[in-house]
C-alpha cells in the first residue's frame, strides 16, 4: 500500500533571500518515497543577485539513497545581476549528466553532476545591451564548473565588442570566483580591433570582473 498528500507552507525569508514554493507534493508506495514542487528563490550570488528563479524539483529517497532531477528540467529567472550586468526572462536547460542532478553515492557523499544544454540571455550594462551566449555548461561539484563557446556581445552597431571564449573553468571559493579560461578571440572599437588566441586567469569577487590573459 501507500499514501500521498500536499503540503503547502508560507514563503520563507531571510534578509534579501526569499524561498517559496507552489506546494510540496508527496507520496509512497513500497520502500521508496517521492516528492515534488516547484521553487521560485531570489537571493545574493556571489557578487550578484538572482531574482524569481523558478525550478522545478522532482526527487526519490528509497533505501537510504536519494536521487534528485533524475531528468531534463528548465530552470528559469526574471533577473540576473553580475557585475554591472543584468540579464532578464532567460532561462537554463539542465540535464544530469550521471543517474541524477544531484544524489548520494555508496561510499558516502554527494554527487553533483548537472549539465545544460545552449543557452542565450538578453540584458543591459549601463545603457548598452548585452547578450550572453553558451554552447553548454557543466557542473562537476558544488564548487567546479566548466563553460563551453561562450560568446558575449556588448553594445550595437559600429561600437560593439564580440567576446568568444572557447573554454571557461571557474571554482567557487569564500571569497568570489575564479578560474583560467583559453580560446579566446575580442574584437571592440569601431574599427573592430581584434585580439585572438586569448588564454590566462580569471576572477569575479566584490562585484568586480577581471581577466588576466596572456595574449593581451
Known amino acids: 500500500g501507500g499514501w500521498q498528500g500536499r503540503y503547502d507552507f508560507a514563503p ?3 534578509g534579501r533571500a526569499r524561498l517559496a514554493s507552489n506546494g510540496l507534493k508527496l507520496s509512497q508506495l513500497g520502500d521508496q518515497l ?3 514542487t516547484i521553487a521560485t528563490i531570489s537571493g545574493p550570488l556571489s557578487g550578484g543577485y538572482i531574482e524569481g ?9 528509497r533505501a537510504g539513497h536519494f536521487y534528485v532531477g533524475e531528468r531534463c528540467i528548465t530552470g528559469h529567472f526574471r533577473r540576473l545581476s553580475l557585475a554591472s550586468a543584468s540579464f532578464y526572462n532567460g532561462q537554463l536547460p ?14 558516502g557523499g554527494t554527487m553533483i553532476a548537472i549539465k545544460a544544454r545552449p543557452f542565450r540571455w538578453h540584458g543591459v550594462m549601463g545603457d ?3 547578450s550572453l551566449a553558451g554552447a553548454g555548461a557543466q557542473l562537476f561539484s558544488k564548487d567546479r ?3 563551453a563557446n561562450i560568446v558575449v556581445n ?3 552597431g559600429e561600437g560593439q565588442s564580440i567576446l ?3 573554454q571557461f573553468d571557474g571554482n567557487f571559493s569564500g571569497r568570489g570566483v575564479k578560474g583560467r579560461f583559453a580560446g579566446g578571440d575580442l574584437w571592440f572599437g569601431p574599427g573592430q580591433m581584434r585580439l585572438h588566441q586569448l588564454a590566462g586567469d580569471w576572477r569575479y569577487a566584490k562585484n568586480s570582473f577581471t581577466l588576466d590573459s596572456h595574449g593581451l
Open 12 to 14: 520563507f525569508q531571510v
Open 34 to 36: 517521492s516528492l515534488s
Open 53 to 61: 528563479a523558478r525550478l522545478p524539483i522532482d526527487a526519490r529517497l
Open 94 to 107: 539542465l540535464c544530469p549528466s550521471g543517474k541524477a542532478l544531484i544524489h548520494n553515492q555508496p561510499k
Open 128 to 130: 548598452a545591451p548585452i
Open 145 to 147: 564548473f566548466r563553460l
Open 154 to 156: 556588448l553594445g550595437e
Open 164 to 166: 568568444n571564449i572557447g
